[in-house]
């Protein structure tokens, strides 16, 4: 299979296999008036298995979104058929908007105009904590 190269645009690399969908429609890629590559199940020496979008034009992301949806993702940037940045996501140390607090007494429940607002508290497990409440949300 033989994927062309794109002169200006995007590449998401290293997304866990079985995700690139869900990061497709996120994105609102299929709005998009360009082409974009979506490649499943490629092989891969450091995964066994991923996921890469290609998109042949540059947009806006929103990194943190990328980074809580798969903290592993590769954004490459491509200008001129040669990556000019490479950057490797991780989960953000806050999130906003991303995810809602499951707390009925949360201020956020009755006050919608607010943010809602989540801070890393444990990498490891992947867990976040409402900045109101000290609610516990573990990623996935």
Not at 2 to 9: L, M, S, T, V, Y
Not at 26 to 33: E, F, S, V, W
Not at 77 to 103: F, M, S, V, W, Y
Request: aromatic share 4%; charged share 30%.
């Amino acid at each position: 299979m033989i994927i062309g190269q794109i002169k200006d645009g995007i590449v998401l690399d290293h997304i866990t296999a079985g995700r690139g969908m869900e990061i497709y429609n996120i994105l609102g890629l299929d709005k998009l008036d360009c082409t974009v590559a979506m490649i499943k199940n490629a092989d891969s020496e450091k995964m066994g298995k991923k996921d890469i979008i290609k998109i042949a034009q540059t947009m806006d992301l929103d990194l943190d979104i990328l980074g809580y949806i798969d903290p592993g993702i590769t954004v490459n940037i491509i200008c001129d058929g040669k990556r000019a940045k490479r950057e490797k996501l991780r989960l953000p140390q806050t999130i906003k908007d991303i995810i809602c607090c499951k707390n009925p007494r949360c201020i956020t429940s009755c006050e919608q105009e607010l943010e809602q607002e989540f801070r890393l508290v444990n990498e490891e497990t992947q867990t976040y904590r409402c900045v109101y409440c000290d609610s516990e949300v573990s990623r996935g």
